[in-house]
Structures are given as C-alpha cells and as structure tokens.
C-alpha cells in the first residue's frame, strides 16, 4: 500500500507516521513541503503520486485564534479538506481525515452520536464542520474519525501544559463544567492504521462518519488532577499539590472561543464495527503523564 500523510509533524501525525509504517511505504509531508494555505498545494502532489490511502493529520488547530483569522480558519481546515478530497476521488484513493467534538453544540450530558445534529459554536468548529461537508461532498472513499481532547508526550495538548505549569506555579485554575474524552495521540493512531488496513483488504467498509475517542468522560479538572498525581508519583518535581488546582467554570475564564460543555461522543458504532473495547481514558493519561514525567528526568 501507498500512503500519503499530511500534518506528519503534528502531535497525533507523528503517531501516524508510525503506526502507518507498517502498512507499507509512507510518504509523510509536513508544512514545509505542502503549505495547505495555498489553493490545490495539496491535490496536486496526490495526483501527482496517486496513492492508495491519504491521511490528513494537518489542521488549523487554534480554536482561541480561530476566532480573530476565521478565513484561514476556513481555508485549511476547510477548503484544503475539499480539494484534498476531490484528487482522492479523481485517483482512487480512500481518504481518512479527522474533525472534531467542537462540530456540536454540547447540550445535554448523553453522549453524541454521529448522525446527531451538528451545531458549532466557535469558528474552529465551523470550519472543521465545513472540511467535512466537503468532504463528503466529493464521493471519494471516505472516512472520518471525529475524536476529541487529543494528548501525547509530544506536541501541544493539554497535560504537557498543566505539568509544564506544575514547575513553575503553586496553584492554577482548570475548568470543571466541560467534560469529555481525553484520547491518547498514539491510541487513535492505531486505530485510524487499523481502519486503513481493514479497507486495503476490502473488508466491510467502515461508516463515513464514525466518533473514535476513548472511554468514559471527565472534565479538564478532573484530567488536570489525575495527569498531576500519576507525573509526581513517577518521580516529577511538582510546585501544584493536587488540591491547589481550583476548579472554574467556563464563564470565568472568559476565552475568545466558546467552547461545548459535553464534549462526549458515542463510540458504540467505533467498538462494534472494529470489534474491540476503546481505551479508557485513565489509560492513555496514564502513558502520556507517565512519559513526560519521565522525560522531565532524563
Ligand atoms: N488536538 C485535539 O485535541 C483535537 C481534537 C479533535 C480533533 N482534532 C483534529 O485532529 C487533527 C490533528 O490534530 P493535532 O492535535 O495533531 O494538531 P497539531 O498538533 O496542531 O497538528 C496540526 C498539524 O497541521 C499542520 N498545519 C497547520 N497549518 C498548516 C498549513 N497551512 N499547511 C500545512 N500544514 C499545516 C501543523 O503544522 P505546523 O506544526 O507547521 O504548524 C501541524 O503539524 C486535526 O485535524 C484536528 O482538528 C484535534
């Protein structure tokens, strides 16, 4: 198999460069060889090279900034979705492209399942919402993994950020009233190569639209305190003791974009197509908390 992947040097594209390499040869392209701001940047090099499986791991990702520059917003998580997805359909290639949780309004506390209405409520959620309405609107070989609060040892998320702020603070402020799934990097990999792998094989195909997270819910101050107890107890130096993280609610910290309060997505059509229980969520932090503890040792 042939394998194109954008974002190689993103936090959940590098695990995808990876987990993909044992699928076949995989031609990883960051934004230094493609840069997605420019029209049909990247439909020319898929048609150029004409491989199997396309995997878009490259994406406008600040949902605060999102809100000040929403056209570029658009234009890469958007209309380079589109054209990306047009040169699959134009070459026989299945893409596989990942959106988000933000693509809801998070009302209620259930969990959402794909053919929920949609409903963003910040400019990053409405052009992740558009990236797959083009998406789908080109008829290529399609799938769609919408996951959630995504952490590695590497990259920007939000563990590295609150054990970063562990060595220099006393005390910090972590939101209690959003809750959600927070899904290891290097898990949805796995899954999004296992996906792939099933359709080289010509398996039954995957639904167009499917929610991969991991198990179970919490809120960021629930996952601030436990990524903070399993680093110290790996042997990470930490200023914040777990009862000075203080719980706020989304109003008082006042950020540009508005983010959903249920963040949770319905992963039963995930487990029973694939087969197999998702991560639970304590998992994945543990691995990423314990990791970076670590490196902060080394
Ligand atoms: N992070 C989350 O919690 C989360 C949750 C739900 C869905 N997702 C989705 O999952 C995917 C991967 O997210 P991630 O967390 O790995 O994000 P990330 O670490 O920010 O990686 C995104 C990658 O896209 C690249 N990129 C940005 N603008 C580009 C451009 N103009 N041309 C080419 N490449 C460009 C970035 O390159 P640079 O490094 O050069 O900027 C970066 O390598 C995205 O589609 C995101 O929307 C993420």
């Known amino acids: ?11 959940l ?44 791991a490259a994406g406008y990702t600040n949902v605060d900034a999102a809100e000040s520059e929403p056209e570029l917003a658009q234009r890469i998580n958007g209309d380079a979705v589109g054209e990306i997805a047009e ?51 080109a008829g290529c070989q399609l799938t769609i993994l919408r996951t959630s609060w995504l952490h590695a040892p590497r ?13 220099t603070r006393h005390e910090i402020s972590v939101v209690s ?29 995957t639904p167009r639209v499917l929610h991969a997270t991991s198990r179970g ?12 107890a399993i680093a110290v107890e790996a042997g990470m130096p930490s200023l914040i003791a777990k009862h000075s993280i203080t719980p706020i609610t989304s109003s008082q910290l006042r950020s540009p974009a508005v983010r959903p309060l249920n963040s949770r997505l319905s992963i039963e ?10 991560q639970a969520w304590i998992d994945g932090v543990r691995e990423t908390a314990y990791a970076i503890a670590r490196e902060s040792l080394s």
């Open 1 to 11: 198999m042939t394998i194109l992947l954008f974002g190689a040097e993103g936090q």
């Open 13 to 56: 594209g590098r695990e995808l460069a990876v987990s993909l390499a044992a699928l076949g040869p995989v031609t990883a392209l960051c934004r230094s060889h493609v840069d997605l701001r420019t029209p049909l940047a990247a439909a020319a090099v898929i048609r150029s090279s004409r491989p199997q499986f396309v995997v878009n």
């Open 87 to 137: 040169a699959c359909s134009s070459c026989g290639s299945h893409l596989l492209h990942f959106s988000t949780d933000y693509v809801f309004a998070g009302t209620g506390t259930a969990p959402h399942r794909e053919e929920d209405p949609v409903g963003p409520l910040n400019a990053y959620g409405r052009s992740k919402l558009e990236g797959e309405r083009q998406a789908m609107n």
């Open 155 to 167: 990259g920007k998320n939000f563990i590295r950020t609150v054990l970063a702020l562990a060595q």
């Open 177 to 205: 009233d959003q809750f959600g799934a927070p899904t290891s990097a290097r898990w949805l990999a796995d899954i999004a190569s296992h996906i792939a792998r099933r359709s080289l094989a010509g398996d039954r195909p």
């Open 217 to 228: 819910s919490a809120s960021w101050h629930e996952v601030a305190q436990t990524a903070l």
């Open 269 to 278: 059509t995930l487990e029973s197509t694939l087969g197999f229980e998702c």
